[in-house]
């Protein structure tokens, strides 16, 4: 029994190992179509900056400087994964006589604690680029509309295009085109009436015709006003003081428009209330 048990633990033992080295292999074929990848477009860039197409010498050097820890911080991180798949210690370093900010600075070591020290000030570095990039961005985003509109330029020459006012030279140092400052007539027209012209247009492409329809308008609920409100929810006079008020001699008499007066329907009132408290006495 002692043996079928070993059995069985040596066949799950080298299952488990049969799939992670299937799991492996399958990681390191991705990381090479990925490798193959990144070398195709490092060669297309550097062709390009061979061939002088990538100029930078008039944009932002926050940007530059932003790719180039980019490119460090993946690098060493490169670096320390095939270090420690050696076997290496990651202790080995060589420390720098001079502190990060100074111009004079040497470059580090080949030790893997070296790598570890550059990934470190990369990360730092990185962080305080990502806060002055979002001081930046309204400046970042003109040059990037600018260099997208550069294509058109030469239909903005001939008459097709107007462009806006070259406000990011004075930034970036270009030259400013002299066309560019020319009268839009486009600017003149009323962007009012343009929507007006474009709500005559139905669905599926169909025009209006000229013919004037008035809004409709949209159900809304009735909502009374406060003064009416309160009026209505206003407590009667009392009888009494109504009848105080009838009765006083200082003022003029008063009868209504039918000629009954207010009296009779006053006294009618209380006797029908004095009738009232009577019955239920005499129920008791």
Same mark, same amino acid.
């Given at each position: 029994?002692?043996s079928v048990?070993?059995?069985n633990?040596?066949f799950?033992?080298?299952?488990?190992t049969d799939?992670?080295?299937q799991e492996?292999?399958?990681?390191?074929?991705?990381?090479?179509?990925?490798?193959a990848s990144?070398?195709?477009?490092?060669?297309s860039?550097?062709?390009k900056?061979?061939a002088?197409?990538?100029?930078t010498?008039?944009?932002i050097?926050?940007?530059?400087?932003?790719?180039?820890s980019?490119?460090?911080?993946?690098q060493?991180?490169?670096?320390?994964?095939s270090?420690?798949?050696?076997?290496d210690?990651?202790?080995?370093?060589?420390? =720098?006589?001079?502190?990060?900010?100074? &111009?004079?600075? $040497?470059? /580090?070591?080949?030790?893997?604690?070296? #790598?570890?020290?550059? +990934?470190i000030?990369?990360?730092?570095?990185?962080?305080k680029?990502k806060?002055?990039?979002?001081?930046m961005?309204?400046?970042i985003e003109k040059l990037v509309?600018v260099?997208?509109?550069?294509?058109s330029?030469?239909?903005?020459?001939?008459?097709k295009?107007a462009l806006?006012?070259?406000?990011?030279g004075?930034?970036?140092?270009?030259?400013?085109?002299?066309?560019?400052f020319?009268?839009?007539?486009?600017a003149?027209?009323?962007?009012?009436?343009?929507?007006e012209?474009?709500?005559e247009?139905?669905e599926?492409?169909q025009?209006?015709g000229?013919?004037y329809? =008035?809004?409709?308008?949209?159900?809304? &609920?009735?909502? $009374?006003p /406060?003064a009416?409100?309160?009026?209505? #929810?206003?407590?009667? +006079?009392?009888s009494a003081?109504?009848?105080?008020?009838h009765?006083?001699?200082?003022?003029?008499?008063?009868?209504?428009?039918?000629?009954?007066?207010s009296?009779p329907?006053?006294?009618?009132?209380?006797?029908r209330?004095?009738?009232?408290?009577?019955?239920?006495?005499r129920?008791?």
């Open positions: 029994m002692a048990h070993d059995d633990d040596t799950t033992t080298e299952s488990n799939a992670q080295v492996f292999c399958e990681v390191v074929n991705d990381m090479k179509n990925g490798l990144v070398r195709e477009t490092i060669k860039l550097q062709e900056h061979t002088s197409q990538l100029d010498k008039n944009g050097s926050l940007l530059s400087l932003k790719h180039h980019m490119l460090s911080y993946l060493s991180l490169a670096l320390i994964s270090r420690r798949a050696a076997g210690s990651l202790n080995e370093r060589t420390q =720098p006589t001079m502190p990060f900010g100074a &111009p004079e600075r $040497e470059a /580090r070591g080949s030790g893997a604690g070296d #790598r570890v020290d550059s +990934v000030e990369a990360r730092v570095v990185l962080e680029i806060v002055l990039e979002g001081r961005k309204y400046q509309r260099a997208e509109e550069a294509p330029a030469d239909n903005a020459v001939n008459g295009i806006p006012l070259p406000t990011s004075m930034l970036t140092g270009c030259p400013v085109d002299p066309l560019a020319r009268p839009n007539p486009q003149l027209m009323d962007q009012e009436s343009e929507s012209d474009e709500g247009v139905r599926g492409g025009e209006r000229g013919i329809r =008035p809004p409709k308008l949209a159900p809304m &609920p009735y909502t $009374e /406060r009416e409100k309160d009026k209505s #929810r206003r407590l009667p +006079v009392p003081l109504s009848t105080l008020a009765l006083d001699p200082s003022k003029p008499y008063m009868e209504s428009t039918s000629g009954l007066g009296t329907a006053l006294m009618s009132a209380r006797a209330e004095l009738q009232r408290m009577t019955n239920s006495r129920r008791t």
